[in-house]
């Protein structure tokens, strides 16, 4: 990509930067409040990109200088100075290009939002629901490491241990954007705690990752919306209280049921199981461009498909293998404790490499 096209390139991005600022400045458009959130976004998002411009014109202005003076000045000393100086800005100049063709590729606007995470046992019995704790277990420690807020919204415990499913509330910096490389089938190799002749049995667990809708972006009529109440309960059956604070969402026209017996307030549990439901309904006409992205890049690593074996946690060997990129990791131990960031770092790459060479900015 030569300095021709990225100039061109930063010029439409510069130009499209001015529009968004003048647009939020204007009344009618503060009045929106959907279309002046999204304008809002956009600008943060852009404001990057537009630091790079600036520096890459200031380092061609730099490479300018040098070479006049190289071409024009007798002293040798002057002319050495010169040469020295043109010889780091074209360094810098090839660096901050590598930058400039990151930030042009067009950001997932879900990327910056909270998300939704929830864990399901599959197939593989009580083994799949304890399977499904030690994911748990091993995305609230990656949680914490990020700093990120989590809150249980509703939970199943597995007969033996674990959980059949669990639904977790995660807000911070670019959650989805990180978290939806996890969206998938997750298979676990291991002998058991039910296996008497130590036998290797597989089992597996589905992780679905959501963007957190936000209030504007989707409308839930009331009027279909079933709600009902009851009593919420604790692990091992014990009651957490004895009144109706817990909360069943029905929406009628999908059939989506969400439920949420998180706080002791019925009117928190409400609040969070309406967040839930805006969620998942926000998240079916995601999941149309989802399917719509992925029929047209057959490899994309982060296509939301839920049904995809994603990744292989074979302990006998100390092995985590993810199917999408052919990544293999000897560090099982450390990955199953919330150590995550390499494998979602070699994910990120091989996803960025990916729409590079789809948008043909290389």
């Known amino acids: 990509m030569g300095e021709n096209m990225i100039l061109t390139r930063l010029e439409g991005v510069k130009a499209r930067f001015d529009e968004v600022g003048q647009l939020i400045t204007d009344p009618s458009v503060i009045t929106n409040m959907k279309r002046y959130v999204k304008l809002n976004r956009e600008y943060k998002q852009l404001e990057p990109v537009i630091e790079a411009f600036n520096a890459f014109k200031n380092l061609l202005s730099n490479i300018e200088s040098a070479r006049k003076i190289l071409a024009e000045e007798k002293d040798d000393e002057l002319r050495e ?36 995470v929830e864990i399901r046992a599959g197939t593989g019995g009580d083994e799949a629901s304890i399977f499904a704790g030690d994911l748990y277990r091993m995305y609230s420690k990656f949680f914490e490491s990020k700093r990120w807020k989590v809150s249980t919204t509703s939970f199943t415990e597995g007969t033996v241990g674990g959980y059949k499913e669990i639904i977790m509330d ?29 036998r290797v049995h597989t089992s597996a667990a589905t992780v679905a990752v959501l963007p957190e809708a936000e209030d504007f972006e989707v409308e839930v009529k009331q009027a279909d919306i079933r709600k009902d109440t009851y009593c919420s309960s604790g692990p091992g059956g014990q009651s957490v209280n004895t009144t109706y604070s817990a909360i069943r969402l029905t929406h009628i026209p999908t059939g989506i049921v969400v439920t949420c017996q998180d706080e002791k307030s019925q009117l928190k549990n409400l609040d969070k199981a309406m967040k839930e439901l805006r969620t998942r309904l926000y998240n079916l006409e995601l999941q149309k461009r989802m399917d719509e992205i992925s029929s047209q890049r057959k490899t994309m690593v982060s296509s939301g498909d839920r049904s995809a074996k994603i990744r292989t ?14 990544l293999t990791l000897y560090n099982l131990p450390s990955i199953i404790n919330g150590d995550l960031q390499e494998v979602i770092e070699k994910l990120q790459m091989a996803e960025n490499a990916e729409r590079l060479k789809d948008s043909g900015i290389e």
């Open 313 to 326: 946690y074979n302990y006998p060997q100390g092995r985590v293998t993810d199917h999408r990129i052919n």
């Open 81 to 116: 100075m010169a040469k020295e100086e043109l010889d780091l800005y074209q360094k810098q100049l090839g660096l901050l290009e590598e930058d400039i063709k990151m930030l042009l590729l067009q950001k997932d606007p879900e990327d910056d939002k909270n998300a939704i």
């Open 170 to 198: 995660v807000s911070g910096n670019g959650v989805y954007g990180i978290m939806k490389y996890e969206s998938g089938v997750h298979r676990v190799q291991r002998v058991p705690q039910t296996e008497t002749q130590g």
